[in-house]
């Protein structure tokens, strides 16, 4: 069978190629990749190329595909696992495999293997290590951002607080805290927001800061009914316009936040992070930088005294994505919050290598379709050229200005 992926050859070598794919094995499976969203990291192997840890040393004579928030359908089952993975059903999986040691995952090391392609072959670790997941709901976006999602999830499990002369961790966030997330306006600040509000061991404050005011009124407009209906109290804050965030931020907290999650590569943003710590505060830093030598200040007096914690996470594991989706497909969050930009296969590359120039939340690209990567908040202007435009817009306009199931089966049927 043949596929149609982009595939990276180098640092800044990205191409879209069709080619065959080998015969699939008897612990295999064949899958049709429905969409793919744009991960931050994806950007950062398309730039490092085989400076990447995760990209094979000889990737200009055997490319890798890219991508790894996949969703699609199951089109062939492997003898292996005929009965346990069924032909016709729609699949995601968790793409951090660590598989015997090794640091390979789909998007940067297989051949094979990756969301930016129209067909893949699965190999048979990620069926092994129980990372292959079947998903029952409606949508395959919904598929797609449950691992971006699941990143946000894994940050909340994976803090800890101790109490006074006992040094055992008590894990995930505090319940009833203060929680803040620092360049929280993006879409995986707008995840976290999400669940940080729908989950059950819930903050009683949520500060969002932010320097994009743009960014944060939308955030505000998605989420301020929803956190009022669940009982927790949520602030937008525009650091831009604070002469001195840390003290202003300290302020609305009454004290420091027991939560800090920083969603920017910045030493600004991460020292700010720090900076509103309360005591037994425990900081995620969340986004990974590309700069190897990348540091910030940070208060070892808190950390002696205070009982501060630094801490980071790069994604979450299996149980983090099973959550993901049990609470999308329960209607408790919603991953379209994430989601600005749609596309098709033929706009991956260059959305991938310009990521961080482009405003705006998630990009999500559909394999099988050819379409610019445009921002849904353009559809009703594209209408006056294209009028299937014009029924995008109407159908997000009724979802609240969000993606949704009914837009991804409206293009999905009217583009090719």
């Known amino acids: 069978m043949k596929t149609k992926a982009v595939r990276l050859y180098g640092a800044g070598d990205l191409r879209l190629e069709e080619f065959d794919l080998p015969e699939m094995k008897d612990d295999e499976i064949l899958v049709k990749v429905v969409s793919d969203s744009v991960c931050m990291s994806t950007h950062k192997c398309a730039i490092l190329g085989q400076e990447h840890k995760r990209v094979p040393p000889d990737v200009a004579h055997h ?26 059903t729609k699949f995601t999986l968790q793409p951090a495999l660590n598989y015997k040691g090794t640091m390979w995952s789909p998007g940067y090391s297989y051949p094979y293997f990756g969301g930016n392609a129209t067909y893949n072959i699965i190999p048979q670790e990620v069926m092994e290590l129980g990372c292959f997941l079947e998903y029952k709901g409606r949508a395959y976006f ?20 101790t109490r006074m002369g006992d040094y055992h961790h008590i894990m995930g966030i505090k319940e009833g805290g203060k929680l803040a997330i620092v360049a929280g306006a993006g879409p995986m600040g ?65 004290g420091g936040f027991d939560d ?35 540091g910030a200040k940070i208060n ?13 996470t790069t994604g979450g594991n299996t149980e983090d994505m099973i959550e993901s989706l049990r609470l999308t497909a329960a209607e408790q969050i919603d991953p379209a919050v994430m989601i600005t930009h749609v596309g098709g296969l033929d706009s991956a590359a260059e959305t991938i290598l310009n990521l961080p120039h482009i405003p705006g939340g998630k990009k999500l690209v559909y394999n099988h379709i050819s379409m610019p990567m445009y921002a849904i908040d353009d559809f009703e202007s594209l209408s006056k050229e294209d009028a299937r435009f014009g029924e995008l817009h109407e159908i997000v306009k009724a979802h609240n200005g969000l993606w949704c199931a009914q837009a991804e089966e409206y293009l999905l049927s009217h583009w090719n």
């Open 63 to 88: 490319p890798t595909i890219m991508g790894h928030e996949m969703a699609g359908d199951i089109i062939a089952v492997g003898a292996k696992y005929a009965g346990q993975y069924h032909a016709g």
């Open 142 to 161: 919904e598929a797609s951002l449950a691992e971006p999602m699941s990143c946000s999830i894994g940050a909340f499990h994976a803090a800890y607080h």
């Open 190 to 254: 707008l995840g976290a927001l999400d669940y940080a509000i729908s989950c059950d061991r819930r903050p009683s404050l949520v500060l969002v800061a932010d320097i994009d005011a743009v960014r944060l009124k939308r955030a505000e407009e998605i989420f301020a009914k929803k956190a009022a209906q669940n009982g927790v109290k949520v602030i937008f804050a525009d650091t831009s316009k604070m002469g001195n965030p840390a003290d202003e931020l300290l302020k609305l907290s009454d």
């Open 260 to 294: 800090v999650l920083v969603f920017a590569p910045v030493a600004a943003v991460a020292e700010l992070g720090n900076a509103i710590l309360g005591r037994d505060g425990c900081m995620n830093f969340f986004a990974g930088p590309i700069d190897k030598a990348f």
């Open 300 to 312: 070892l007096y808190d950390v002696h005294y205070n009982s501060t914690h630094l801490m980071g």
